[in-house]
């Protein structure tokens, strides 16, 4: 399974944005969806992870308070609401799962290797004035 991000954009510093994974072939009334992120000239980190019982698992500090997860069941799909976007959130946004119900009590880094299989087309966030 691989799962498709869509929504990017370009948005002001400060400004909010809000991305979403709509996975085919797999239910996330069931399954974890993680978003990961890469920025230019960077390596892939963990961003956020929501469990199939909606607990939130942060893997990146840097997003804290601006950054939310969340999903409707109903339409079988995740979002990221980014607000206060900075610069540095400029990146291309993968969603992915790790194929089971639970987030992955690792860091940032340790998500990705739980999740890299199933990451698909990513959507990019610009964050520029």
């Known amino acids: 399974v691989q799962l498709q991000a869509s929504g990017g954009g370009l948005a002001q510093p400060g400004g909010s944005l809000r991305v979403s994974c709509t996975p085919s072939?797999?239910?996330?009334?069931?399954?974890?969806v993680a978003w990961v992120r890469q920025a230019p000239g960077k390596e892939r980190e963990g961003v956020l992870c929501?469990?199939?019982?909606?607990?939130?698992?942060y893997y990146a500090d840097s997003v804290k308070g601006r950054f939310t997860i969340s999903k409707d069941n109903a339409k079988n799909t995740v979002y990221l609401e980014m607000n206060n976007l900075k610069p540095e959130d400029t990146a291309v946004y993968y969603c992915?799962?790790?194929?089971?119900?639970?987030?992955?009590?690792?860091?940032?880094?340790?998500?990705?290797?739980?999740?890299?299989?199933?990451w698909g087309k990513g959507t990019l966030v610009t964050v520029s004035s």
């Open positions: 992915a799962t790790p194929g089971w119900s639970a987030c992955p009590v690792v860091d940032g880094r340790g998500l990705l290797r739980y999740v890299m299989n199933s």
């Open positions: 072939g797999l239910t996330v009334v069931y399954n974890a």
């Open positions: 929501i469990s199939s019982s909606n607990g939130t698992t």
